[in-house]
């Protein structure tokens, strides 16, 4: 194991930024920590680089205690959102900085350093440019020189916090993957920060879902995604349509639109049922008898079609409540459903959970 994080809190004056938080973090392994603003995933981060101190618990690297070293003895590289490049620097001696620096004692021969830089330097496909300044190159460009430096000083671990945040959306993606690539070749154990779910589903091993100083849950992309621990989860990552419904005998039945789901064992009570819209089924109806012909079937009116690239986004509407559904324009077709349009809609895979947060139903 190469990171243990265990009971570790801090506190911002009255504000409770991270609470008692635990994590095992696996050697070779890129981590993402994901959450909204606030969560406390960039404080994880800081404290694990030795920028921040912790109020309480306990870090190892590599089984040594961490909080007393500094940066430097915890063998770590950073890479930050705004590149942190030095202006009046080339790219080579950007890169070549944090070596250049050490002590004289700890400092490598020229030789070496230069052969190095080189390595790198076309490692992140920027050999050509070397001899440039950061003023001449773009977002991801720089973006790609700053973890070349950070990857310099041969790190045990990198941090990475939101580092495609200030590049535009086609950048970021190209960026994203070709950091999966990088990560593959070196093996290097990292942990990244970021706020957008598609990237950490994208590109992380395992992804843990931050809440208010508090782990939400951890696990594989898929495993967070289909099995979601909490309605947070369920709610964050990706587009989601949230019911309200009512428990009783064993049965939930959600209010605004009239359907059931079985719901054995659980409390009476109110609970809320979470459907991704790839999860709801829309029925033609019959043209004579407004039928979808089938149990678990509701009646729902089409208000708009988003039709963008090979899917579409299908609004929906049943007395009032609002709600989305996401096929492919093929399927649409086939069913000749427009806006304005009746529909029949069936919840394929609702996820309930009790007023507790407990799931009750996983599939």
């Known amino acids: 194991m190469a990171i243990n994080i265990s009971g570790i809190s801090k506190r911002f004056g009255a504000f409770l930024a991270l609470d008692k938080v635990d994590l095992h973090i696996q050697s070779g392994e890129l981590l993402a920590l994901l959450g909204p603003s606030g969560s406390g995933k960039t404080t994880l981060l800081r404290i694990l680089g030795g920028l921040d101190r912790a109020c309480g618990g306990t870090i190892t690297f590599f089984g040594e205690a961490a909080l007393g070293l500094t940066p430097r003895d915890r063998q770590v590289g950073f890479v930050f959102q705004h590149y942190s490049l030095f202006r009046h620097m080339t790219v080579r001696d950007n890169v070549a900085f944090g070596l250049d620096v050490r002590p004289r004692r700890d400092r490598l021969p020229r030789a ?3 052969e190095r830089v080189a390595r790198l330097l076309e490692l992140v ?3 050509p440019l070397a001899d440039r300044y950061p003023a001449q190159l773009s977002g991801g460009q720089r973006q790609r020189v700053a973890l070349a430096r950070a990857l310099a000083i041969e790190p045990k671990v990198l941090l990475l916090d939101e580092p495609f945040g200030a590049l535009d959306a086609k950048v970021r993606k190209e960026l994203r993957r070709w950091l999966r690539r990088l990560h593959d070749e070196m093996n290097i154990t990292s942990i990244f920060v970021t706020h957008d779910q598609e990237e950490a ?6 992804v843990v879902v931050m809440n208010n100083g508090r782990i939400e849950q951890v696990g594989a992309p898929g495993e967070v995604y289909d099995h979601p621990a909490s309605p947070f989860v369920y709610d964050f990552l990706g587009n989601v349509n949230r019911f309200e419904c009512i428990i009783s ?3 939930a039945k959600i209010v605004s639109i009239g359907l059931t789901m079985p719901a054995i064992g659980a409390e009476p009570g109110p609970a809320l049922a979470f459907v991704r819209p790839h999860d709801i089924e829309l029925i033609r109806l019959d043209a004579a008898t407004g039928d ?4 678990g079937v509701a009646c729902a009116r089409v208000r708009h079609i988003h039709a963008i690239g090979p899917t579409a986004r ?3 509407d049943i007395e009032g409540h609002r709600f989305e559904a996401v096929m492919d324009q093929d399927r649409l077709r086939c069913l000749g459903v427009r806006a304005g349009d009746w529909c029949g ?7 309930l959970f009790s007023s507790n947060s407990a799931a009750l139903i996983q599939e």
């Open 112 to 114: 070496v350093i230069s």
């Open 125 to 127: 496909q920027l050999a």
């Open 201 to 206: 589903l994208e590109v992380a091993d395992r």
């Open 249 to 251: 005998d064993g049965t």
């Open 292 to 295: 979808a012909g089938g149990g």
């Open 314 to 316: 299908i609004e929906l």
């Open 345 to 351: 809609v069936r919840l394929t895979r609702p996820r």
